[in-house]
């Protein structure tokens, strides 16, 4: 199966200020999530990143809060804006990938742990 | 660290022994079912799949099992090992969609 790279793996921030994470995937990929996962909980979808427009977000997820990119079908960002210590989660990049059998099934990145002082 | 799984249910079962996590979903339309195993510090790594159209899968160890009357999903693990310790989170595919609802997670301990 195709790898998906994320980078940073972890960060500590200060409040009031923006990180931007990225997600590299080694094959073209039509849909690429972002999730958020915070302490002790299930993942949560963030948003879908869509190539070339405007991502869809999720009810309780705002573009300003959440700037999401996705410039061609392997990469895309997610920039955690304004942070708080609320914002403190471990993030994760996902994709749709296909099988041998043209299946396709939700990959992830290895996560971003984020946290905010 | 490791801060997932602090707050979520704990299976403890001895190593050799077979293990059962279950996990209920939500919509009685999804069509599609993954199980995923999430280790301290990692992302959510793809064990096992199934459609509606089944009612049970088997991989290597692991068998999933499928009960559409009661919305219910479970995953067994054969003779479970310490390298088996991890969460693990069953998710679902609700026709028409490409979005995924994750279950609440149940953190496996595996005792030597």
């Known amino acids: 199966s195709a790898v998906i790279s994320q980078k940073p793996s972890r960060d500590i921030c200060q409040r009031g200020t923006s990180l931007t994470i990225q997600c590299q995937v080694d094959?073209?990929?039509?849909?690429m999530f972002w999730y958020r996962q915070q302490p002790g909980q299930s993942l949560t979808l963030i948003a879908t990143?869509?190539?070339?427009?405007?991502?869809?977000?999720e009810s309780g997820f705002v573009i300003d809060k959440f700037p999401i990119s996705r410039p061609n079908l392997t990469f895309s960002t997610l920039t955690v804006s304004n942070m708080s210590p609320e914002d403190s989660s471990i993030y994760l990049c996902?994709?749709?990938?296909?099988?041998?059998?043209?299946?396709?099934?939700?990959?992830f990145g290895s996560g971003t742990q984020l946290s905010v002082l | 660290g490791e801060s997932v799984g602090l707050h979520l249910p704990t299976l403890s079962v001895q190593e050799g022994d077979n293990s059962i996590i279950n996990c209920a979903y939500s919509?009685?339309?999804?069509?599609?079912f993954i199980w995923y195993k999430q280790e301290s510090g990692k992302g959510p790594q793809f064990i096992i799949d199934i459609r509606s159209n089944m009612d049970k899968r088997q991989g290597q160890r692991v068998t999933v099992l499928l009960n559409k009357t009661v919305k219910h999903l479970s995953l067994q693990i054969a003779a479970t090992q310490p390298g088996d310790s991890a969460v693990y989170f069953c998710a679902e595919n609700p026709p028409g969609t490409y979005k995924y609802i994750f279950g609440t997670g149940t953190r496996l301990k595996v005792l030597a």
């Open positions: 094959s073209q990929v039509t849909m």
């Open positions: 996902s994709a749709l990938l296909s099988d041998r059998a043209l299946n396709e099934k939700l990959f």
């Open positions: 919509n009685s339309a999804s069509d599609y």
């Open positions: 990143a869509n190539q070339g427009s405007e991502a869809t977000y």
